[in-house]
């Protein structure tokens, strides 16, 4: 499984919850937990009894617009790797520490985070914003008000929380690569508060019922 896979189901998941956001009264009473969206997957060749230890990495990729920019260990950081740690360790698997010893699994965790730019045009001045303007007062009934073709320019930024398992018993020799063995995603609002850390960790692994010892 390749991460950028997943931005581009980052990108999918954003445009679903725009589309749906554009039916009049369907999300405008969620709350923030409620508009949040978990997803994992999953290698179903694999079968996760066979691994005992793991470790997790002590810091947290951002990556921004597809470029890795920094390893960041914020608050909010270093509250989800206590939280995947511990629930890792409830699911019977042992935190490898020693670093002369290689754990079977190792866990990535990642910020994604995604600007996105667009424009949106406004040549009909009058279909836009007539319910505010009354031509009659003016003395031109059954006029509408019109201007000349005009554009705006939006950008906004959104973000996702990727949790990456990777099978470290057994690295493929030939590619000289890792697999990935599950990756879990966090997308919506609030996925990068601290209070909101066990709730994400819990929707994850919810999922997730074979990840265990």
């Known amino acids: 499984m390749k991460k950028v896979q997943f931005s581009i189901l980052v990108f999918s998941v954003a445009l679903a919850l725009m589309a749906t956001s554009c039916r ?3 999300i405008n009473h969620l709350s923030n937990a409620e508009s949040r969206v978990y997803i994992t997957k999953r290698d179903s060749a694999v079968n996760f009894a066979n691994y005992r230890t793991f ?25 989800m790797i206590a939280a995947l740690t511990q629930e890792m360790t409830q699911r019977g698997y042992q935190l490898q520490t020693d670093d002369a010893i290689k754990p079977d699994l190792g866990i990535d965790i990642s910020r994604i985070i995604t600007s996105y730019t667009g424009t949106v045009s406004y040549d009909d001045y009058w279909g836009y914003f007539g319910n505010y303007w009354d031509p009659y007062y003016w003395g031109y009934g059954g006029y509408g008000y019109y201007f000349p073709y005009t554009f705006g320019i939006y950008t906004f ?36 508060d601290v209070a909101n850390v066990n709730e994400e960790v819990q929707a994850l692994f919810n999922q997730s019922t074979y990840v265990q010892q």
């Open 24 to 26: 009049k009264d369907v």
């Open 55 to 79: 470790r997790i990495a002590d810091s947290v990729s951002v990556i921004e617009d597809g470029h890795l920019v920094k390893h960041a260990y914020t608050p909010y950081d270093s509250s």
């Open 157 to 192: 930024r959104e973000g996702a929380l990727s949790v990456d398992m990777l099978d470290l018993k057994n690295p493929n020799t030939g590619s000289k690569k890792l697999n990935t063995i599950w990756t879990g995603l966090g997308y919506g609002t609030g996925i990068f």
